[in-house]
């Protein structure tokens, strides 16, 4: 297998370029230690077939929890002739002079679905006005975040040489099934493993949210920028630069993506704007941001038709401000590197977990989670429960936040406990489910050992931990049995209490 290394730079000493060992030609689909850098000897993976660079930090603990959530969801690669019906379904409907019509007549229901008009239709228009008049053949495209690549399909279509980048290892490969015209890569937005001024164009749609750092990653996606080349990001939302997590705890606290373990996030206008406006005249910066009738923003042009808010905003002192302190339905920035910058490439600490055993765990997704649980900071075990406060580690296990007078917690469908208690034998709660009645069943370490029928009454639940009472931390999983997608959130939903090992 011909593995185009030539614009690759290692992440660990970030001096010597990747190699091979195997000969062009022989089919490599996953291998350990497949490659190496010239320089300082650092190996990295194979991956069905996607070559994979740098491993996980602790840092990325948290986003690794998506990732496993991913894995078990039993997606599939994209279909490439469904993507290009849709992208040509969202450019008629742009361009129709009535759009509530176009909705209404148009045979294909796909575009009466919610989801149409609103979330992709709002994507695509971001996208399509940052690329307007912009010539992408043969142009050196670099996709960060690109998810399965979906959006990587109008790219590749209009003849540009696309690059996508992902962290997950299974989202990378199935990238590479459902659009392998693309060249795919495994690796981390906050040490990209390129060499610096290597693609004409860098972009990431609704991805940048879901990344470690923003600021990183942006300069980051600038130091790889060529000279004279576009960036540009769409799709993130923001929030005041004022505001903490408490505020995307509030967000989220009834998500049941979030809450099933996809980790979003709402980042801090002042991310996006502060990292680039430090480049100064070495850059040109354009925003795109929702603006209301009486924000007080000035000078703003509207783009689309109108229905989100979605303006070009010049970057005046006053404007800024106002941003600051709003919250936003999708940022977008645009920029133009108008000459080369100076800017050190990141390079990854001694990381802990490879790659390839992360997708090697991921290979039995019901043992992903307890095998992932395992290599979790101490900080994240033995966490009070029911507590009074929110964290990242306990929304994206199911547990919503906790509230006066803290004696109960509520979970969504299924949530997760990490604990560590020497010569433990049992686990005690009680339980009740918060409409409707069904069974809860109880798993340590991935198997079941407890199950219980709840109700809207309080019952007492009695789980045996004895092959669990050593020092190791092990993973008590809360999972509602039996239960139908299409219920309501509330009915997915049960609480607990008076949490005892003894």
């Not at 690759?8 to 010597?16: I, Y």
């Not at 991805?207 to 300069?219: G, I, N, Q, W, Y």
């Not at 509230?403 to 299924?414: C, D, K, L, V």
């Amino acid at each position: 297998m011909s593995i185009d290394l030539s614009d690759t730079r290692c992440v660990s000493c970030g001096r010597g370029e990747y190699s091979c060992r195997f000969t062009d030609g022989v089919n490599v689909s996953s291998a350990y230690d497949a490659l190496s850098c010239t320089a300082c000897g650092q190996t990295a993976d194979i991956i069905d077939g996607v070559p994979f660079f740098g491993g996980y930090e602790p840092e990325d603990f948290i986003g690794l929890i998506e990732v496993v959530a991913t894995g078990m969801m039993n997606q599939s690669p994209i279909d490439i002739g469904f993507a290009r019906h849709l992208y040509t379904l969202l450019g008629n409907y742009h361009h129709a002079e009535d759009k509530a019509e176009f909705i209404r007549s148009h045979p294909d229901d796909m575009v009466r679905a919610p989801w149409f008009s609103d979330h992709r239709y709002h994507e695509w228009m971001q996208a399509d006005t940052l690329l307007a008049g912009k010539d992408l053949a043969g142009k050196k495209i670099l996709n960060v975040g690109a998810g399965f690549g979906f959006d990587s399909v109008p790219l590749v279509d209009a003849g540009a040489e696309v690059t996508c980048i992902d962290y997950a290892p299974t989202i990378v490969a199935m990238g590479k099934q459902g659009l392998p015209a693309a060249r795919w890569i495994g690796g981390f937005s906050h040490a990209l493993p390129f060499k610096d001024e290597s693609f004409d164009i860098v972009c990431s749609n609704a991805a940048m949210h879901h990344m470690r750092s923003t600021p990183v990653a942006l300069r980051e996606m600038l130091r790889v920028l060529k000279p004279g080349g576009f960036l540009y990001t769409c799709g993130d939302p923001t929030r005041p630069d004022s505001s903490g997590e408490e505020l995307e705890f509030e967000v989220f606290n009834r998500h049941e993506g979030v809450l099933s373990g996809v980790n979003e996030g709402i980042i801090r206008f002042g991310d996006f704007y502060d990292t680039l406006h430090a480049f100064g005249d070495a850059i040109d910066l354009g925003l795109i941001a929702t603006v209301s009738e009486n924000s007080g923003i000035a000078g703003a042009a509207p783009i689309g038709n109108g229905a989100f808010g979605d303006c070009w905003v010049p970057c005046w002192p006053q404007n800024i401000d106002i941003l600051r302190e709003q919250s936003g339905g999708g940022i977008c920035v645009a920029v133009t590197k108008r000459a080369s910058i100076p800017i050190r490439a990141e390079c990854q600490s001694p990381y802990t977990l490879p790659a390839g055993v992360l997708a090697a765990w991921l290979a039995d997704p019901e043992t992903a989670f307890t095998r992932l649980m395992a290599w979790a900071p101490d900080r994240l075990v033995n966490l009070p429960f029911p507590g009074d406060r929110q964290n990242w580690f306990n929304l994206l296990n199911g547990w919503m936040t906790p509230e006066a007078p803290f004696e109960i917690r509520r979970g969504f469908n299924r949530a997760r406990w990490l604990l560590r208690q020497p010569a433990t034998h049992e686990l005690k709660f009680a339980a009740r489910k918060v409409a409707g009645s069904g069974h809860l069943n109880v798993l340590v370490n991935g198997k079941q050992v407890a199950t219980s029928a709840i109700s809207n009454e309080w019952v007492q639940v009695q789980a045996p931990l004895t092959s669990h009472a050593g020092d190791a931390p092990f993973l008590v999983e809360l999972r509602l049995a039996n239960e139908s997608d299409d219920m309501g959130f509330d009915a997915r939903c049960f609480e607990v209490r008076d949490r005892i090992l003894t």
